[in-house]
């Protein structure tokens, strides 16, 4: 059986070079069909039933992958799997490999080439992805064999560049062709879920080169990669599944195409383990003082006026005071700031998180009543105030960035908002951002004056360089204060940019949604955070966007300086932060109509 298939082999190299035909034996040597054969007849020998862990073991292939990513893949219902093609059979047999570990319904699309190998058929579903005179994938049986197994719930894996990964000078790299639209207009029919795949890895300079020199060669080459993968890793990462109904009616085939191998292109960025600051960086940190003494803290609380008492919610409540005013109250505040920043590579080093502007600011807290702690708060900086008694300089957003006078002649009255935090304990309570936020709200409407807040608004340091430029690249295309970008200037603006024009362009052109970039963001992440809460807050209340800056005294964070005007948030949206009443006021005092977005 061996002896037949070697024949079959020369005679395929021999047709294929033509007019060389008689250098078939040594290039038959050359591009190892030989060595493949052996590895088939062993595949064949060993008679094992999983086929492709067989395989992957007689071909002496390694793979690996984070724990997160079988998490990802569906366990049951339809799904396409979009894998990437940078090996050629090497790919198909890791990525079974892998899927089979979660879906045993998994079938595989390839060409009728695979179709010779002895044992595969039963995991192979046919097409002729090289054929003109046919459709992307093949002919209509292996069409109409897709979308059956598909609308029975099972699952397939597809390389949708139909052949493998070649160096372009365009790009520079070796990278799949286009991607054909005819996967997603499967999966759309059969209402299936789509997982991006990506394979790292690349083939051979001689491989990429003798491609230039004809196509053939390339695919005679694919052989002599295959027995060259031998004790290699290749390292496998999954995105999270899209569900077809994610894929928006205003996205055609070839565009949900384009936004989906972007998913997938951009896992080979993915950090499998969080960017914490090594201990170089952290040796200068001051040790963080000891608590302070929740009596004294309640005792100032409680000196303060009635009125400054803004919301009660059961056991919290929400206080308002000048940051002068309580001085226990205002170390504990900086002690908690400190240790909250610190926990995402965030904080000033210093033993607690106070500056001057906190003597003249307002400080917004939560207090949990029944526990005698603080929850969280806010720093709160009246334009109004600050400016004729400070100047500029009194903004703490002016050590950020460079400010034309008349930005603040267009801002005043307006609310610098900054400093936010919840304490570790209380984060994953639904109520506490919420609760903070009614605590503004109550403020806005006892101050109706300030219908503009602004402030910096920070993508940690513990995002990759990856995540934050799909972030800044969505907001700077997407929502930008035109008006006001150009009075503003960024004292340590970014720079590096770690995405491609190619990348940029498809993400401007197909994820104009604040949720498919936070799915983008989530692919890259290793713990699978997506863009951050609060800036996707700011964003729910339509705030826009001026600058941005990176904060070496805070730990190199990212800022956007934001702006929010909330006589053009969503009255609903007011309503649960400001009351129904409240709204009404607010509104009355600056004669506007309330806004309708909410569906």
Same mark, same amino acid.
């Given at each position: 059986?061996?002896?037949?298939?070697?024949?079959?082999?020369?005679?395929?190299?021999?047709?294929?070079?033509?007019?060389?035909?008689?250098?078939?034996?040594?290039?038959?040597?050359?591009?190892?069909?030989?060595?493949?054969?052996?590895?088939?007849?062993?595949?064949?020998?060993?008679?094992?039933?999983?086929?492709?862990?067989?395989?992957?073991?007689?071909?002496?292939?390694?793979?690996?992958?984070?724990?997160?990513?079988?998490?990802?893949? #569906?366990?049951?219902?339809?799904?396409?799997?979009?894998?990437?093609?940078?090996?050629?059979?090497?790919?198909?047999?890791?990525?079974?490999?892998?899927?089979?570990?979660?879906?045993?319904?998994?079938?595989?699309?390839?060409?009728?080439?695979?179709?010779?190998?002895?044992?595969?058929?039963?995991?192979?579903?046919?097409?002729?992805?090289?054929?003109?005179?046919?459709?992307?994938?093949?002919?209509?049986?292996?069409?109409?064999?897709?979308?059956?197994?598909?609308?029975?719930?099972?699952?397939?894996?597809?390389?949708?560049?139909?052949?493998?990964?070649?160096?372009?000078?365009?790009?520079?790299?070796?990278?799949?062709?286009?991607?054909?639209?005819?996967?997603?207009?499967?999966?759309?029919?059969?209402?299936?879920?789509?997982?991006?795949?990506?394979?790292?890895?690349?083939?051979?300079?001689?491989?990429?080169?003798?491609?230039?020199?004809?196509?053939?060669?390339?695919?005679?080459?694919?052989?002599?990669?295959?027995?060259?993968?031998?004790?290699?890793?290749?390292?496998?990462?999954?995105?999270?599944?899209?569900?077809?109904?994610?894929?928006?009616?205003?996205?055609?085939?070839?565009?949900?195409?384009?936004?989906?191998?972007?998913?997938?292109?951009?896992?080979?960025?993915?950090?499998?383990?969080?960017?914490?600051?090594?201990?170089?960086?952290?040796?200068?940190?001051? #040790?963080?003082?000891?608590?302070?003494?929740?009596?004294?803290?309640?005792?100032?609380?409680?000196?303060?006026?009635?009125?400054?008492?803004?919301?009660?919610?059961?056991?919290?409540?929400?206080?308002?005071?000048?940051?002068?005013?309580?001085?226990?109250?205002?170390?504990?505040?900086?002690?908690?700031?400190?240790?909250?920043?610190?926990?995402?590579?965030?904080?000033?080093?210093?033993?607690?998180?106070?500056?001057?502007?906190?003597?003249?600011?307002?400080?917004?807290?939560?207090?949990?009543?029944?526990?005698?702690?603080?929850?969280?708060?806010?720093?709160?900086?009246?334009?109004?105030?600050?400016?004729?008694?400070?100047?500029?300089?009194?903004?703490?957003?002016?050590?950020?960035?460079?400010?034309?006078?008349?930005?603040?002649?267009?801002?005043?009255?307006?609310?610098?908002?900054?400093?936010?935090?919840?304490?570790?304990?209380?984060?994953?309570?639904?109520?506490?951002?919420?609760?903070?936020?009614?605590?503004?709200?109550?403020?806005?409407?006892?101050?109706?004056?300030?219908?503009?807040?602004?402030?910096?608004?920070?993508?940690?340091?513990?995002?990759?360089?990856?995540?934050?430029?799909?972030?800044?690249?969505?907001? @700077?295309?997407?929502?930008?204060?035109?008006?006001?970008?150009?009075?503003?200037?960024?004292?340590?603006? #970014?720079?590096?940019?770690?995405?491609?024009?190619?990348?940029?362009?498809?993400?401007?052109?197909?994820?104009?949604?604040?949720?498919?970039?936070?799915?983008?963001?989530?692919?890259?992440?290793?713990?699978?955070?997506?863009?951050?809460?609060?800036?996707?807050?700011?964003?729910?209340?339509?705030?826009?966007?001026?600058?941005?800056?990176?904060?070496?005294?805070?730990?190199?964070?990212?800022?956007?300086?934001?702006?929010?005007?909330?006589?053009?948030?969503?009255? @609903?949206?007011?309503?649960?932060?400001?009351?129904?009443?409240?709204?009404?006021?607010?509104?009355?005092?600056?004669?506007?109509?309330?806004?309708?977005?909410?569906?």
């Amino acid at each position: 059986m061996t002896n037949s298939r070697r024949g079959a082999n020369e005679q395929n190299l021999r047709n294929a070079l033509g007019p060389l035909g008689w250098a078939t034996p040594v290039l038959d040597n050359f591009f190892n069909s030989r060595q493949f054969d052996d590895f088939l007849h062993r595949v064949l020998a060993a008679g094992r039933s999983d086929f492709f862990a067989s395989a992957k073991e007689q071909a002496q292939l390694s793979s690996t992958w984070h724990d997160s990513c079988l998490a990802r893949i #569906p366990r049951e219902g339809p799904l396409v799997v979009m894998a990437n093609h940078p090996h050629g059979l090497a790919d198909g047999i890791v990525a079974m490999d892998f899927l089979l570990r979660v879906r045993s319904d998994i079938l595989v699309v390839g060409n009728r080439w695979l179709a010779q190998i002895p044992g595969i058929r039963p995991w192979l579903i046919e097409v002729n992805p090289f054929n003109p005179d046919q459709a992307d994938f093949g002919n209509l049986a292996g069409t109409r064999r897709i979308l059956s197994h598909l609308k029975a719930g099972g699952a397939i894996l597809t390389f949708p560049s139909g052949e493998v990964s070649s160096f372009t000078f365009g790009a520079m790299k070796a990278q799949d062709p286009v991607w054909s639209p005819q996967v997603v207009r499967m999966a759309r029919i059969a209402k299936a879920a789509i997982l991006p795949l990506h394979i790292e890895g690349s083939n051979s300079t001689i491989f990429h080169s003798l491609g230039y020199i004809h196509s053939k060669l390339r695919t005679l080459m694919l052989l002599r990669e295959f027995n060259a993968k031998k004790g290699k890793v290749i390292r496998l990462r999954a995105a999270k599944a899209v569900h077809h109904t994610q894929l928006e009616d205003h996205l055609d085939d070839e565009e949900a195409t384009s936004f989906l191998r972007l998913r997938c292109d951009l896992l080979h960025k993915r950090k499998d383990e969080p960017a914490k600051k090594t201990a170089k960086e952290t040796s200068h940190w001051a #040790p963080i003082i000891p608590p302070i003494n929740p009596k004294l803290i309640r005792a100032e609380l409680e000196s303060l006026p009635v009125e400054d008492l803004l919301l009660t919610s059961g056991d919290f409540k929400i206080y308002r005071f000048l940051g002068s005013e309580l001085p226990h109250t205002m170390k504990e505040i900086g002690r908690l700031r400190e240790i909250t920043f610190r926990a995402v590579s965030e904080g000033t080093g210093l033993d607690c998180d106070r500056d001057a502007f906190d003597d003249w600011y307002d400080q917004l807290i939560l207090w949990d009543d029944k526990e005698s702690k603080i929850v969280g708060g806010y720093r709160l900086g009246p334009t109004d105030r600050i400016l004729p008694q400070k100047g500029k300089h009194g903004m703490y957003t002016a050590t950020l960035f460079d400010f034309k006078g008349e930005f603040f002649r267009r801002m005043d009255p307006a609310l610098e908002m900054g400093r936010s935090f919840i304490r570790e304990e209380y984060q994953r309570k639904p109520t506490s951002l919420p609760l903070l936020w009614r605590g503004i709200g109550r403020y806005v409407v006892r101050f109706p004056q300030y219908h503009l807040l602004f402030g910096p608004v920070s993508i940690n340091p513990e995002y990759g360089q990856a995540s934050k430029d799909l972030i800044l690249s969505y907001l @700077k295309h997407n929502r930008t204060a035109e008006d006001l970008a150009p009075l503003v200037r960024a004292k340590n603006p #970014p720079r590096s940019m770690s995405l491609r024009d190619a990348d940029l362009e498809v993400l401007q052109r197909c994820a104009f949604d604040l949720e498919h970039v936070s799915g983008l963001v989530s692919d890259l992440e290793h713990d699978a955070k997506a863009v951050p809460v609060l800036l996707k807050h700011y964003l729910k209340l339509n705030g826009r966007l001026i600058a941005f800056n990176v904060d070496q005294g805070f730990g190199g964070c990212l800022d956007g300086l934001i702006v929010v005007d909330l006589t053009q948030t969503d009255s @609903k949206l007011l309503s649960a932060y400001m009351g129904e009443e409240g709204v009404k006021q607010f509104l009355a005092h600056h004669d506007v109509d309330p806004v309708v977005t909410s569906k």
